[in-house]
């Protein structure tokens, strides 16, 4: 079993439109959690943290679940820019070095 | 700020020979830099944590004597690729978490890219 889990898609949504992207980790020791998006063959930006009690930043809204080991990210009233690849990361449980693990990402083309 | 620079963007080299690649931070002090590998539509793997003053711990199938990583400063780390064949041909990225810096939070270099002849 993968440790990061994402649907790949890709999610082909119109203008406008709201999408959730979903993920499961299998560490239940994982202590943070992200998203981050990724242009094509650019590097990871940070999209937000992702906290127990759920976070916003304008038209993204994280969740997290901790007891079932998931995450989401719900996007909305999408634009043209949106469209990327969502990666889910979540910390290594060997907390003294803090690296990261990756999804393989979940691919959005948000469509004029 | 926390921007992180690498160099070369990207190289192209004959099988055999080696290359470098730098990771800078360069408005803040990194302790800890991360090198990850990404082979074209796959995730990114981590393949060793850079520790400044310290030895790098590599991860499991990540060949310590092929992957040469120095951290020598606290904004410097290098990773060197030696005896580079095709199949290491992939986009590298380096990370940095700012020192003392209390969350997980990483910031990622724009990558480089590797194509190995």
């Known amino acids: 079993r993968k440790e990061v889990e994402q649907d790949p898609g890709p999610f082909n949504v119109p203008e406008g439109a709201t999408v959730a992207f979903n993920c499961t980790y299998s560490n239940s020791a994982s202590q943070s959690f992200f998203w981050y998006r990724q242009d094509c063959r650019k590097e990871p930006k940070l999209l937000m943290s992702v906290y127990s009690s759920g976070n916003e930043d304008g038209r993204f809204t994280a969740q997290l679940n901790r007891a079932s080991q998931y995450i989401s990210l719900l996007i909305r009233d999408s634009k043209l820019s949106d469209s990327a690849t969502y990666l889910c990361?979540?910390?290594?449980?060997?907390?003294?070095?803090?690296?990261?693990?990756f999804g393989s990402g979940t691919r959005l083309q948000v469509q004029p | 700020g926390a921007v992180v620079s690498q160099h070369p963007s990207w190289v192209i080299c004959k099988s055999g020979t080696s290359v470098k690649i730098e990771c800078r931070s360069l408005?803040?002090?990194?302790?800890?830099m991360f090198w990850y590998r990404q082979f074209p539509k796959q995730s990114l793997m981590l393949m060793a944590t850079s520790n400044e003053g310290s030895k790098a711990t590599y991860e499991q199938g990540v060949e310590k004597d092929k992957f040469l990583i120095n951290h020598a400063s606290l904004t410097l780390s290098t990773l060197t690729v030696t005896s580079a064949h095709p199949e290491d041909s992939s986009f590298y990225i380096c990370?940095?978490?700012?020192?003392?810096?209390?969350?997980?939070?990483?910031?990622f270099g724009p990558g480089t890219r590797l194509t190995v002849l």
């Open positions: 408005d803040f002090q990194a302790t800890t």
């Open positions: 990361v979540v910390t290594k449980p060997d907390t003294g070095r803090r690296a990261l693990t």
């Open positions: 990370s940095a978490r700012a020192s003392g810096d209390g969350t997980d939070t990483q910031y």
